[in-house]
């Protein structure tokens, strides 16, 4: 990848070559450039640049790393007639995706009952691998659940009618069929409906720290020094089996020696075989958006119980997903199919799409750091619709391998750097927490700083963490 320069401050460019259709297009700064530059990453940037409809460019946000087939942080935007759809460039994880509820609780008051309110969280929100819910669905209520989202959760009870409001898509995407996603996919999801699972999905209490634009804030409802609360989860086994259904078709069907990419495999978007793949994808995401919820309803019980403290939802926002938005392409409106793969929707002020309240903002953006390290609230931007597809980061992005952390990192030195920033961590196993300590990711507050230069996505609030919830 020595071809790649860079054309602008925070802005690097894969010139056009081979069997590329459009360049590729990267957003870090020198220092993230020298992490993205040690895996695939660039690699993977290139090789989706080859693939059938492809609109602009193939581009990657601050946060990249190696993912599967396409990084994790890329962006790429297809023709509705001549493009593709691609379970691998979706991501295994449909709509994992974070929601922030915010309250006017204090730090004192909360921090006084910290231990106590996080085992109490970590007892009644299930985390791990293969953790069940103690939520069980029934085939009617799974089928309801896929094509509904939210809105089935706050008409069993569930939360209130403003949440809905206040999730992309109002917690629902159109066009979901509960029909197109396996048996074998549906039994995984009946019991992890409100459940956190592994990796790196967590639940985090945190402190609003610091504000950077007062306006935006008000309107969020963030205030300094009160408590807040960032959940990250996605659609669990139910997701991650309809990823891998929807890619053995794509390869039964139209086979894969003719891609750069096993991983790549994809299906046109006008065909069957797309159609149902991104009806199935729809169903799958909204059981993402419902799972957040339920979890969300969870946390409130407990901050209820011991604060008599009423959670207010921000928002909720999808990542590893395909939407279909309008863009403006040689000075003509045109509808894209807009795969995000780890990556965060950034809708500027003046869309259509958001709720009243965020259209004179922008949408709420959050950039979760990892456990010891901040999070970031930002505001879409009109900027991000022209330069990213209204796209940015979605974290910090991994910078070492779970495998390579598990052997280089001890849980002495991270129960050391955890406690030297107070922040107190309950997880399932040591081995998971090591996974996921601060050191393996790249620095969430560089990402954020291009982010914001960069205009597609600008700086609201610095959250820190105070108690964490760990798969």
Known sequence: MEKIKKISENIWEIPKEG??????????????????????????????????????????????????????????????????VSPGMTGYDINCGVRLLSSDLNKDEFMKKRKEVTHQLKRDVPSGVGMKSDIRLDNKSINEVLEWGVSWAVGKGYGVEEDIKNCEDNGCIEGANADKVSTKARGRGMNQLGSLGAGNHFLEVQ??????DEKT??????????????????????????????????????GIKHLPDRELAYAPIDSDLGRDYLSAMRAAANFGFANRHLIMCKTRGVFKKYFNENLKLVYDVAHNIIKFEEFN?????????????????????????????????????????????YSYVLCGTEKARAVSFASTAHGAGRVLSRTFAKNNISIEKLKKELNDKDVY???????GLIEEAPEAYKDVNEVVKVSHELGIGNLVARLKPLAVIKG
């Open 19 to 84: 069997n590329m259709k459009v360049s590729g297009k990267i957003f870090a700064s020198d220092k993230l450039i020298e992490k993205i530059r040690k895996d695939k990453t660039l690699e993977q940037v290139k090789n989706v640049a080859s693939l059938p409809g492809i609109v602009e460019y193939s581009l990657a946000m601050p946060d990249a790393h190696q993912g599967y087939g396409m990084c994790v942080g890329g962006v790429a935007a297809f023709d509705l007639k001549t493009g593709i």
């Open 207 to 212: 402190e609003i720290e610091e504000i950077y």
């Open 217 to 254: 804030a008000k309107v969020f409802g963030l205030k300094r020094g009160k408590i807040c609360v960032l959940i990250h989860s996605g659609s669990r086994g139910l997701g991650h089996q309809t990823a891998s259904d929807y890619i053995k078709k794509c390869e039964e069907e139209y």
């Open 329 to 373: 392409i040689n000075g003509k409106k045109k509808i894209l199919a807009v795969h995000r793969k780890g990556a965060t929707r950034s809708f500027g002020p003046g869309r259509g799409e958001l709720p009243k309240k965020y259209r004179q903002t922008g949408q709420p953006i959050f950039i979760p750091g990892s456990m010891g390290t």
């Open 425 to 431: 961590v309950e997880g399932g196993s040591f081995a």
